[in-house]
């Protein structure tokens, strides 16, 4: 058996057959083909390094306890790395093997790299990485990090609010309990959101089931060359995104088709769209509905703010929009205006004695002169459907508040306090 003590240094030691204590090394170490190794930080107030084990044929935990684990494995020993705080990395360039690493009480670093790893983050703020191969990452207690790589891997937070990145392959998370953020960014994933309030990132073609809490699902379209329709009634997509217990929407849709994105009594959206002809509707709840035409070019959307306070919100652009708060205190807002636009938008059901409020942000107000309401008054007029603010001083660019007249809009009615892009 080799044993190596403090003030030693262990970086050239290599292919021992027998178990290895290393005592009291602080510093950056890198121990290759060992049948199975077991390191001990004795000491109190020396700060551990990284360790890094390459081809040790046998499982390597990490943690506290200064007491090499039983000979369990057919290829050598189970392996014990205690550290105070653990920085391990296991695998390598040559052999990608199949690891088992565990964290002690304290904020551990665990990657997995090649391989079918087992990395067990245990208490503390861990981080937890298992590179390629079809992986199991535990963070446990504390708030912990979870990466997986290539792979159908398996992520669960613990107790804590947590992180949970998912990538290539079909992987399952479970945030655990805690307020946690869990994303998939590809493969057809399972995703549980678990007790607490949850931020859950989602591809298209995964199934979410947000838990207890306040859960809020956040699905990024992208653009397509078929338009997209998202009904947040029914759970599901045409993209194959499948989804419960979602009490937020967080949705954006690109491209020129004409979208739907559509929310329901359980959930407060929160939608925006850009080119094409699209209709947003918030259903119950508070939402807020973007129409980003301004960035991403014309189209006559149509947005529905439905029950609850809402807010619809224009930027702008060309196209003539409709839009409709529905019942409830309702913000129709004027955000980015750009100076040389067209199209004339149209409010429907505006009713001031209701809470319903028309706003102007900073950078309106500098495009379109109205900045307060004398300015707002000097720029409206009545007209046979209702109320026409112009933006440029022309019948073509500008509002139409539909079934009300200059004498039903107040100054509180108009709102200019309101920063700009």
Not at 365 to 377: E, H, M, N, P, R
């Amino acid at each position: 058996m080799a044993e190596l003590r403090e003030d030693e240094r262990a970086d050239a030691l290599q292919s021992s057959d027998n178990v290895d204590w290393i005592r009291n090394v602080s510093e950056t170490e890198e121990f290759n083909q060992f049948g199975s190794i077991a390191v001990f930080q004795a000491g109190f107030g020396i700060p551990a390094e990284t360790a890094r084990i390459y081809e040790t044929n046998a499982p390597v935990s990490v943690g506290d306890d200064p007491q090499p684990s039983e000979d369990t494995s057919a290829d050598g020993a189970n392996s014990s790395i205690p550290f105070t705080a653990s920085h391990v990395s296991v695998g390598g360039a040559a052999t990608d093997v199949d690891d088992l690493v565990q964290g002690g009480p304290g904020a551990d670093w665990l990657w997995g790299d090649g391989g079918d790893d087992m990395l067990l983050g245990g208490e503390g703020d861990d981080y937890l990485d298992g590179g390629t191969g079809n992986d199991f990452l535990d963070g446990g207690g504390g708030r912990d990090s979870l990466n997986d790589g290539d792979g159908d891997d398996i992520l669960l937070g613990g107790d804590g609010a947590d992180v949970l990145y998912s990538y290539d392959g079909d992987d399952y998370l479970d945030g655990g309990n805690g307020n946690d953020r869990l994303a998939s960014f590809g493969g057809n994933d399972v995703i549980r959101g678990g007790d607490g309030d949850d931020w859950i990132d989602a591809s298209r073609d995964c199934f979410v089931d947000g838990g207890t809490g306040y859960d809020i699902l956040a699905i990024e379209f992208g653009k397509s060359e078929t338009p997209i329709v998202f009904d947040a009634a029914s759970g599901t997509t045409a993209t194959g995104l499948t989804f419960l217990n979602i009490e937020g929407i967080s949705s954006h849709v690109a491209g020129d088709q004409n979208n739907q994105l559509l929310g329901s009594e359980a959930s407060e959206a929160f939608f925006s769209s850009s080119s094409g002809n699209d209709v947003l509707d918030g259903g119950s709840g508070n939402d807020t509905l973007v129409d980003q035409g301004i960035l991403h070019g014309s189209g006559d959307d149509r947005l529905f703010g439905g029950e609850g306070n809402d807010r619809l919100q224009n930027d702008g652009g060309g196209g003539s929009d409709e839009l409709t708060g529905g019942p409830g205190a309702d913000t129709f807002s004027w955000f980015l205006i750009p100076p040389s636009g067209e199209g004339v938008d149209r409010i429907l059901d505006f009713d001031g004695a209701s809470g319903d409020r028309i706003e102007f942000s900073e950078t309106a107000q500098g495009v379109t002169g109205i900045d307060d309401f004398d300015a707002f008054l000097a720029a409206s007029r009545d007209v046979e459907d209702g109320v026409y603010i112009s933006f440029n001083g022309t019948d073509d660019f500008g509002i139409l508040v539909e079934n009300v007249s200059l004498a039903d809009l107040a100054a509180s009615d108009i709102v200019f306090d309101v920063g700009g892009a």
